[in-house]
């Protein structure tokens, strides 16, 4: 259902989609890790419970009586404008160094704070695409939180082994929303594009081949992501958490969807022609282009996380990744 629900999202606004995707993950944390007063403040208080959300350990954490104090900077705040709460990762500190982990790495916990103890930088959201996310750079200032509004990741409060999935499958998602979205406006574009002493692009074979090649790659595309999915939730219920294998065939799926809708992408703006190029509010197929294009150097659905799922997959190398 979330995969439908973010594809559809993204077809009709990419922006749209991203945010939807971007805070369902920051809200769901809430609702999953935190404590009940936490639970209250964020779902039963007179604001939406919109989170913001940035997993980059950029902040710090230091223990006191009754909570901790937490200060930061984080980039990438996708909702931030119409988000009441926000989540920063932060390193934990103890006797004024980073605590570490059983396998050395550095201790990290998620918190929450209201929207009033936040800091956006509002001019720090200039691009090309996926404007409309605002994914504003946000600060907690130095703050006292409670307890109850810190996220562990080795503690669950709530939740079913399906909830192991985490925000994996939203950013493929989107990519394929958007990538079917301009492939419709190629198609009601090419009825009318014609250049003097050519067919119109609609009925050139060369056209007609290429086309039908990318929307049979979307659809093969659309259809391994449900299942490899599909097959990771099965995992998880069936033993409590899914097994490395099983994540790492579908994070790898991801990766290739996502390849797959930038190169739907890529060849809609190239054979659009200078109707692609223009930059225009009512010009939908450029504005897919520029979108996928942004989703798509996430580091989510990156190259190094492709190289460690096949390496996973090869037997050949432990990832160092967490591939959720």
Known sequence: TCIDVIEELSYADGSTGWVALATIFGTKGAGIYCGPKAVDAIFNGDSSFVAASSIAPNGKAERVDGGY???????????????????????????????????????????????DKVVLDYGSWDVMGLKATASYDFFFVDQFVEEDFLMDWSHRRHGGPSLDISVSMGHVTFSLGVAMRILDELKALAQRKQRQGRLTLIDQPTFQRDFGMMRALLDAARSHIRVVYEDWRQDAEANGTATLATRAQARLAACWATKVSTDVARFAYNAAGSDGLRDSPDNRLQRCFRDIEAGAVHRHVDENVLIECTQVLLGVNSPTLVLI
């Open 69 to 115: 104090r937490i200060s930061g900077g984080f980039q990438f705040g996708s909702g931030s404008q119409i988000a009441s709460w926000f989540m920063g990762g932060f390193v934990l500190h103890e006797n004024g160094a980073p605590a570490r982990t059983e396998s050395g790495g550095p201790k990290v916990l998620m918190a929450f704070a209201p929207r």
